[in-house]
C-alpha cells in the first residue's frame, strides 16, 4: 500500500436525511486489513466531512453494515476471510443503491470488472493518488444522493400520480352519474309526458320518482287553490284512504314533518325508532321511517309537494338534488294536465250548452216554418201579393235558420263524441241519387247541371247512409254555391287503395292557394266579409270532415283559382263476408 498525500481541499459531503428531507453528512464504511491504509483513509475521509467509520475485515463490515447504513463503502478487495465482493454483495442486498468503491491490486484489472459487473460504482487501483480517491468517493457519494432524490421524486411522483387518478376516478363518476340523471330525467320526462290526463299522470310521478331514487312509498299531494290544503293526488307503494278521512293527519303531519307547510324548501328526515310512529295523511298503514318532501312549484307557486318515504337508509343530498331536478319537471307536467283537464270540462260545457240551445231553438222554428208554410197554402188562405211575397221571404229565413241551428247542434254533437252513427254495409249510388234529389230545386234555380260518373261495379262500402248523404248534400250546395249559372258539376267515384275515393268538382272561381288550410277548420270561411256572396256558417266542411272521419276516411280538396275546386273523400270497403241491409238495393 503505497498511499500518496493528497492536495485538494477539504470539502462536505453530505447527502439526503433517511426522511428524505434536510442533509446529513454522508456516512462512509472503510474495510480494510491493512490498519496503517485504513488510517490514511481516516485521516484524509474525516477532513472531507464525512462520518466515517472502519472495519478490519469482511466480517466485522458485515457486521457494522445494518447498524451504521453507509452511503458508500470503501472495500479493498482481498481480504483475508470474508472478500471485498462479499462485502458488497452484502451492503447490496442491505441497500440496493448503496455506492461500493472497490480496491484492487495493481495487477487485479479482471477482479475489478467482475466488482463492476456485480453493481460496484467504481473501482481505485493500488498504488493509488489520494486525490483520485477522493473524487471518485465524491462522485460515489453525488451518485448516491441523486439516487436518494430520484428515489423520492419518484415516490412524491407516484404519489402525485395517484392522487391525479383519484380526482379523475371522482370525476369521471360524477360526469357518468350526471349523464345517467340527465338520461333518466329525459326518459322519465318522456313517459310522464306521455299522457295527458292528470290523474294517470300523476301515477306516473309517483312510481318515476320511486324509481329514480329506491324509495317505496311515494305521494303528491296537490294544493288547492281556494282553500290552500292540500290533498292526495296519487300514491305509489300505498293504498289512498277514502277522501275526508284525515284533516287531524294533515295537522299532526304537519307539525311533525313540516309536510304542508307553505315553506318550498325541501325536507329530509330520518325518524328516530323510538319515535311514536308517524302515518302520511291520506294513505292506509304506512308509518314514516325517512321522509324527503320536495315542493312542487310552477312560476313562484307551489301548486303540491312530493313526498317520498321509507327508504332504507335515508334519503342523500344527492338524492335531493336529483328529484329537486325531476319535482320541477313533474310540476309543469301537472299543471299542463290541470289546465288540459280544466279546457276539456269547459269543452264539455260549452258543447252540452250549444246543443241544448240549438235543440230549444229549433222545435219553434219548426213550428214558426210550418205555420208560414200552412200560411201560404191557396187551399186554406188567400193572400194578396204583398202578404204572398212576404210569406216566401218569411219562409226562406225560416229555412235558412234551421239549416244553421242544423249545423251547429250536429257540430257541437261531433265535438263531445255524441252524434249517432249507423255505419253499415251499403251501396253507393242510392246515397248519391238521394243528395241529387235534396239539391235539384238549387240545381235548376242556377241552371246548373250535375254529371254522375260513378266507376261501374264499385265494391259495396261501409258508410252511414243519411249521415253521407248530408255530406255529399253540403259539398254539392257548395259546388253550387261557387259555381257560374249553366255550369257543370260532377260526382265521381272509383276504387283507388283499398278505398273508393268520392270527388265532387265544380268549375267555378275555385280557392286560392292560402285559403286552402283554413277550409276543414270552424267557423272559418275564406270570404269571411259581411257583404259575402254566400251564406253560410262556415261549419259545413268542418261537419264533413267529422263524419267522413266517423267512417275512417279522410277528406281534402284540390282547387285552381279561375279553374274550379275538386273536394275529395275516401271510404272503406265492406267485408266480403258481411250482409248488405235488406231492401237497399
Ligand atoms: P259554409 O257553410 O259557410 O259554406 P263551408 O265549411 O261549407 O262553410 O265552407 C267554408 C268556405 O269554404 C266557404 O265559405 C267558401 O269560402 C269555401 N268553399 C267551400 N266550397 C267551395 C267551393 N266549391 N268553391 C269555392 N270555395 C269553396
Redesign the pocket.
Known amino acids: 500500500m503505497d498511499p500518496k498525500p493528497h492536495g485538494s481541499a477539504s470539502r462536505a459531503a453530505a447527502v439526503p436525511g433517511a426522511d428524505g428531507e434536510g442533509l446529513e453528512p454522508a456516512r462512509v464504511l472503510v474495510v480494510d486489513d491493512e490498519p496503517s491504509v485504513v488510517e490514511v483513509f481516516r485521516e484524509f475521509l474525516s477532513g472531507e466531512g464525512y462520518a466515517l467509520s472502519v472495519a478490519l475485515s469482511g466480517e466485522e463490515a458485515v457486521r457494522l453494515i445494518p447498524e451504521i447504513k453507509p452511503d458508500l463503502v470503501l472495500t479493498d478487495i482481498n481480504l483475508p476471510g470474508l472478500s471485498g465482493l462479499e462485502v458488497m454483495r452484502f451492503a447490496k442486498r442491505e441497500d440496493p443503491e448503496v455506492a461500493v468503491i472497490v480496491v484492487t491490486g495493481y495487477a487485479s484489472a479482471s477482479t475489478a470488472i467482475d466488482a463492476l459487473r456485480e453493481g460496484a460504482y467504481d473501482y481505485v487501483t493500488k498504488p493509488f493518488d489520494l486525490d483520485d480517491v477522493q473524487q471518485i468517493v465524491e462522485r460515489g457519494i453525488a451518485n448516491r444522493r441523486l439516487k436518494a432524490i430520484n428515489r423520492r421524486l419518484v415516490g412524491e411522483l407516484r404519489q402525485k400520480n395517484e392522487i391525479l387518478q383519484h380526482h379523475e376516478q371522482e370525476l369521471r363518476e360524477k360526469v357518468r352519474l350526471a349523464t345517467w340523471q340527465m338520461t333518466k330525467l329525459y326518459e322519465v320526462g318522456k313517459e310522464v309526458s306521455a299522457n295527458l290526463e292528470l290523474a294517470p299522470r300523476l301515477q306516473i310521478i309517483c312510481a318515476k320518482a320511486a324509481e329514480l331514487v329506491g324509495a317505496p312509498v311515494v305521494v303528491v299531494y296537490l294544493r288547492n287553490p281556494e282553500t290552500e290544503r292540500l290533498s292526495v293526488g296519487a300514491a305509489h307503494g300505498a293504498e289512498l284512504l277514502g277522501a275526508d278521512e284525515d284533516e287531524a293527519r294533515f295537522v299532526e303531519a304537519e307539525q311533525s314533518l313540516g309536510l304542508a307547510s307553505s315553506d318550498p324548501r325541501p325536507v329530509r328526515r330520518t325518524l328516530p325508532g323510538s319515535a311514536a310512529a308517524l302515518a302520511l295523511p291520506g294513505l292506509a298503514n304506512v308509518s314514516v321511517s325517512t321522509l324527503m318532501r320536495l315542493p312542487l312549484t310552477t312560476e313562484a307557486k307551489m301548486i303540491g309537494v312530493l313526498v317520498l318515504a321509507n327508504k332504507p337508509d335515508g334519503f342523500s343530498a344527492d338524492d335531493e338534488a336529483f328529484l329537486a331536478l325531476y319535482a320541477s319537471q313533474a310540476a309543469i307536467a301537472v299543471v299542463n294536465s290541470q289546465l288540459y283537464e280544466h279546457m276539456k270540462s269547459l269543452d264539455r260545457l260549452k258543447s252540452e250548452f250549444v246543443a241544448v240551445v240549438s235543440h230549444e231553438i229549433r222545435t219553434p222554428l219548426t213550428s214558426v216554418k210550418g205555420a208560414i208554410e200552412l200560411l201560404s197554402d191557396d187551399r186554406y188562405f188567400h193572400n194578396n201579393e204583398q202578404q204572398a211575397k212576404l210569406l216566401t221571404i218569411g219562409h226562406a229565413n225560416a229555412e235558412r235558420l234551421l239549416v244553421l241551428i242544423n ?1 251547429i247542434l250536429d257540430f257541437s254533437k261531433l265535438e263531445s263524441e255524441s252524434m249517432p252513427m249507423n255505419i253499415e254495409r251499403q251501396r253507393l249510388e242510392p246515397v248519391v241519387q238521394q243528395a241529387a234529389h235534396h239539391m235539384r230545386t238549387m240545381l235548376e234555380e242556377r241552371h246548373l247541371q250535375l254529371e254522375l260518373q260513378l266507376a261501374p261495379d264499385l265494391p259495396d262500402l261501409m258508410l252511414d247512409s243519411i249521415r253521407l248523404a248530408q255530406v255529399l248534400t ?2 254539392l250546395s ?2 253550387a ?2 259555381s257560374p249559372p249553366h255550369g257543370r258539376i260532377e260526382i265521381t267515384a272509383e276504387p283507388m287503395d283499398g278505398l273508393v275515393r268520392i270527388g265532387v268538382r ?1 268549375h ?4 286560392a292557394p292560402a ?1 286552402l288550410p283554413k ?1 276543414f277548420r270552424k267557423f ?4 269571411s266579409s259581411a257583404t ?1 256572396k ?9 261537419i ?1 270532415k267529422g263524419i267522413v272521419e266517423k267512417h275512417s276516411g279522410k277528406i281534402w280538396v284540390e ?1 285552381t283559382p279561375g279553374l ?2 275538386t ?1 275529395y273523400f275516401t271510404l272503406p270497403v265492406a267485408d266480403r263476408g258481411l250482409p248488405r241491409p235488406a231492401g237497399r238495393r
Do not use: H, Y
Not at 524 to 527: G, L, N, R
Not at 534 to 542: D, E
Open positions: 249545423d253540403n259539398l257548395n259546388a254555391k261557387f265544380d267555378g272561381e275555385g280557392i285559403d277550409l272559418s270561411q275564406v270570404d259575402r254566400a251564406g253560410g256558417t262556415g261549419l259545413g266542411l268542418v264533413c282547387s274550379g275546386s273536394f
